[in-house]
């Protein structure tokens, strides 16, 4: 990190953060420039996190710049080459785009089984749906809980597709990881730590939600406390930012796939429903996803997306589902990928 | 609710919207316009919520338009008087402005117990001082947990302040609230609906911080939560949101307080440490704070800020959280209100 | 639009509401609800925006909720086909994606004509190049003002491209036009009413880059200004918004170019370079952006970018430019649609 | 500035950077860290700006981080003292606190004088009033134009208020500053650089507003460049930003005043009309940003804010804005200020 003073710090305030820095087993480097003291600071990188703000506190110093990215785990400089994850017979991360799909919430066997092969049919591998959900308003529709993950289970050996589902707090994700074959945290629970760290713990993908005013920084900072706690298979899934834009629900900031592939090894997906908020940007914006290199795509389809208990409007019937399946096989293969089991 | 037909809807999609709501037990008054038909949808308001974002899937509608605040128990149409907590011998949401007072992160005996006398001197009426962390990184300080519970119970007996202090998961939540006369449930848990609703089967005050990217609304539904499991005592508290400024750590959203003050009877906190990050900064902000309406205050002081494990750059030394206090007192008095215990 | 009043709004308000509504000659439709008062006003478009915010003014109201969208003219109600205009022999709007590349400011006669030849040879129908530039320092390179334009005229001589670049003002708008095969309005001039007025003057295509923390509505609004003083030809380009994430120098808001096709029948270009700053994730995004639906891009390339005057770092190498340009040509032609002159 | 390499930077991709610099004149301190390359830059203050994103494109360079403000005349570190100008009798940015008051948009002769009488009555001593207005659709009221600056002349003729109103373009920023006492720089113009220059070669205060996307560094910079044309006199003014909260028109970010009295000498005003959009919150916020520091107020009042043609809402009545000016006065007084005429 590097410690700038103030234009008029004293020497016995530049002596005074030297003597810190010192005490807390850095080495540094010193610049005295015509306006001001710049203190380069030199050490191990898990120490650097802590001294730094503290720093900042001491009197003189008008700002400490960190240097180094504060990830390890999750970055690219320790390990140069893509994780890739196996789900069952499924690869991720690897050369072909994988697709989940199925409603936002699971709302009953005869809807999740619709969803389900419809999914498949078009060429998705993995099922999503929710049984237990997050919802804004305590109002509303909060999933059918177990029952909902028995469901799955029963789409899953009705048709095969792997499963990905939502545990949204450590209470309920020990029954989640029994029935998932990708347990996912949500957006609101990217910087729940307890949860990060328990699905540490687990030996299953972890689906790592974009939280909706996370940095990029701050969300490699989440999939660390994962890593960290013991779990390297985190798949990243951006779905969309607030920003002052309110025509659609979020801003999906589909820059961030390549810039994540710079940064980390991990695979990244992308969600455009909830990234867009409406179905009919989702066709086009998931050709979009996996043009810029997306590894994955999470989508939301329903039966019947008027009649849904959550997220109807950006949910796709399997018609439009199929057909934008078709149109990502063939952006994927001018990047030389395939879709799913689209080679089947 | 208002459902906006698209200008070339036709007479079966209006239709289709019709019994849709009719089905939902709606009644609804027609308008039709020269360039479209706009539907007014009457009924009641806790089923509102429900069917809003459905109807958007059906075809033919251009937008649907909620009217009525989706919070119920948290507004003050329903209850429009303000409420008020006693806690111990200290009232909030009366007359009088409280402070809380204490570092971020409990640390040391030596620490909790100095940060708790100086806290007291100027005026403050509860200590703060986190156990359980959530920290961005795995690497930085989590907090002393159940020790640290235990610092604050000390400091508690030899000062006779009241206690704050965070539970940020359910696992913690039990025991937090055994120490703690006010438990408060941080920035990033507010939309930790699982947190929500169990604290809202204690029977203590919550203090609910606004999440960084949380909407006035979202907020309230968050009280809304705690409210609807059982527990009416939720006081709010601004602590900045995320936005593109970098020259504060959070942009301090004052104007919420008088706003709050319309659409809520809840008290009403604000915290300019994290609400600015920069303890340079908070004194003004506190004063701004008071004169904006705000029902109370947290502030983090530290006996040596350039030491803390967290948070040393936003915190004030005993002395300038003297000189704060006397300046709030004096803003406190131009709109008839007084400082903690001020008055003894 | 639609008038909420308060839920304890007297009658006498709603009286006072009612007759405001009448004198400025709008019909009205009265529902009295459980809890309040809704008024649906019917009436002219044109002059719907102008009450609006006053009759929020009067006693007892607590919003006015608009219904139609503002803009006209940039609508798709009123003018359901997509305008296309011809610029030289170029088309755009209609199914070749065309784009314009060039460094951002032109720099020397050497620069400009090697970074026009690049253009050319990769399948670029256009040349950008900034003669006058808005720099956020006064300390910064402003541009070769008129020189500049003359150079751009020689390289436009030499290698038939068009010619795109930046009026800053009212008093360069003339000589800019002059030059200018399609003038380019600046993201930070989005809302200049008085240059968006002058430019509605011209008959050239006018490029209108959206404004970094502009509304879809707001940029519409700001082509309806062109658009009403006489100019039909406006190609929007999206560039980036600001938002809270540092690690791009924008987010580019991609979604908005579906969400624009069904909205506005005028072409709608993206600029990967500002949308992101950084040349790594350009192709990814130019790929992304002809995936979702773009009718052309804005791509900055530079002969030397580390020697650049301005935008190095987000400026392509010729090389780069011609691998990315093989690549949007096999996304286009998934889309069926051609790029530039890819065909000849 | 600092050059951060690459983790795996070639010894080559140094020496390129280092060879750069020593061309541009720079002299570096190298740090070679156990994980990368750190170069720290040496230089003069006004030309570290050019080259700053350039280096950023060599290869193997991963970020430039700048160390020094980029804004020179505007900063404290050359001018430790306030700058106080003076408009005829009254001073700004002294003790005194100033309160700008009048209606957004000069409507009629009655309007602006009854306006101007209700201002002085309760101790403001500026007259503010627009007579040409940037307004977001063209369907708007666009300003009395020179009519309104005739309006305004002859109210300050009857109440010996000073005036200050808004030049929107190059082209009538000449007759504005005929008429005002204060010519008003929009928060849309902020980066308006042809402005900023005409503007600075005035001898006139300028009032600079905040754009609602500035950050708080680009907005010093803008005071820059009406500093560097000449013109020291620059007040700036915050009215908001934009931010994902749609509860309030803006998001009224005053931490930046006692920010701003950090960084620059210059006077700030308040604007807590803009800033909160909502006559019900002006009370509050004024009191607020008086109590943060400011050296002003910029207040919209209307005789008849619901027969206004712009800005009605956000517009106190003479009567509320009267109450205000009683509390600001006792705010003011606690620290050690008094408001504008209040001593007379």
Chains 1, 2, 3, 4 share one sequence.
Request: with cysteine; proline share 5%; hydrophobic share 40%.
């Amino acid at each position: 990190m590097i410690v700038v003073m103030n234009h008029n710090a004293s020497k016995e305030q530049v002596q005074s953060v030297l003597k810190r820095l010192d005490k807390e087993g850095f080495q540094v480097h010193i610049s005295e420039g015509e306006s001001r003291t710049i203190i380069g600071v030199i050490g191990q990188n898990t120490k650097e996190i802590l001294p730094k703000l503290a720093i900042q506190a001491l009197p003189g110093v008008e700002k400490v710049v960190p240097i180094l990215q504060p990830f390890k785990l999750a970055g690219r400089e320790m390990k140069p080459d893509d994780s890739v994850f196996q789900v069952g017979n499924i690869v991720i991360g690897a050369n072909d785009v994988q697709v989940a799909a199925g409603p936002c919430a699971v709302e009953s066997r005869e809807q999740i089984l619709e969803a389900a092969w419809a999914a498949k049919q078009s060429g998705a591998n993995i099922l999503r749906g929710g049984a237990y959900k997050p919802r804004t308003s305590p109002y509303s529709f909060q999933g059918l809980e177990e029952e909902g993950l028995k469901l799955l289970a029963e789409a899953k050996e009705e048709t095969g597709l792997a499963i990905i589902t939502e545990a949204t707090d450590t209470s309920n994700l020990k029954i989640v990881a029994e029935y998932a074959d990708i347990v996912q945290i949500g957006a609101r629970n990217m910087q729940n730590f307890h949860l990060l760290k328990e699905a540490g713990k687990l030996n299953k993908p972890i689906m790592l939600k974009r939280g909706g005013n996370a940095t990029i920084e701050e969300w490699l900072l989440a999939a660390e406390y994962i890593m960290s706690s013991g779990n390297n298979q985190v798949i990243l899934c951006e779905r969309g930012i607030r920003t002052f834009e309110v025509a659609t629900r979020n801003t999906f900031d589909l820059s961030c796939i390549p810039l994540l592939k710079h940064l980390t090894h991990l695979p990244v997906f992308a969600d455009p429903s909830h990234g867009t908020g409406n179905w009919k940007l989702v066709p086009a914006m998931a050709r979009a996803a996996v043009a810029a290199g997306a590894d994955g795509l999470m989508v939301e389809i329903h039966p019947c997306p008027s009649e849904a208990l959550s997220d109807g409007p950006q949910s796709l019937t399997p018609e439009n589902f199929s057909i934008m399946m078709e149109d990502i096989k063939k952006i994927a293969n001018v990047l030389g990928r395939s879709v799913g089991n689209s080679s089947d």
